[in-house]
């Protein structure tokens, strides 16, 4: 068993020399102890935060001011604010793939659209910004980890404004990233939401407050894969 707000992961070796690198994921709720209460050893060993959206700009400034590695992140359907004022010293990587010590990361922020404003769309919407991104996917030979606000389809997602995007299960499918972090589903909603769990050959995790990710990659940074995933992560039991 392992804490609620951790997991270990395995990244397919193959016979290759491994490093560890412990990624903080964070959506739609501040953890106090990196924030108000602000507890240095919370980002001790942490090789990057990820944000899932949803979450003050001030908050993840104060947390990229706090931390020597880069602080990535997507928007949320409440991060209105953003479009005027970002978080800063942060990196954001709507509509890309951006990669760091061989990790490949995309970004796919915001949720359904149930009214006006920024950072909502349609399945078609959503499913235009995935076809955008035909060159990145093909240049980078495809990607590590999905980033998203909203969840897939029928995976921890709910209804409505919650509900997840099924074109998020087909780029899934097809290029079989060994993560998806993703947020918009606050734990507190259903005790019985899963914070860990799998979408085919994904490891999933709702990133809901904070969670810490333990990552297996290349120590030469290798990690590319060809386009049609082959190779996954494997969660530990």
Known sequence: SHRRDSHPWHFPGKGVRMKKLRVLVLSDEIDRALYDHFDRSMLQDIDIIISCGDLPARYLTF?????????????????????????????????????????????????RRYKKGPFQYTEAQMEKRIHKLWYPLWRKKGFDVLVTHSPAKDHGDGKGAHEG?????????????????????????????????????TSTVNAFGKYVVEVEVPENGDTHRSADGDGGSQLEQ
């Not at 602080?71 to 004022?85: I, S």
């Open 165 to 201: 995007f099924p074109c998020f299960n087909r780029l899934i499918e097809k290029y079989r990233p060994s993560w998806f972090f993703y947020g918009h589903m606050h734990l507190s909603y259903d005790a019985n939401t899963p914070r860990v769990s799998r979408l085919g050959d």
């Open 63 to 111: 947390l990229a001011t706090m931390f020597n590695g880069p602080v990535l992140y997507v928007c949320g359907n409440h991060d209105e604010k953003y479009v005027t004022n970002p978080p800063e010293g942060c990196i954001c990587i709507e509509d890309e793939i951006y990669e760091y010590e061989g990790i490949r990361s995309l970004g796919l922020g915001g949720s």
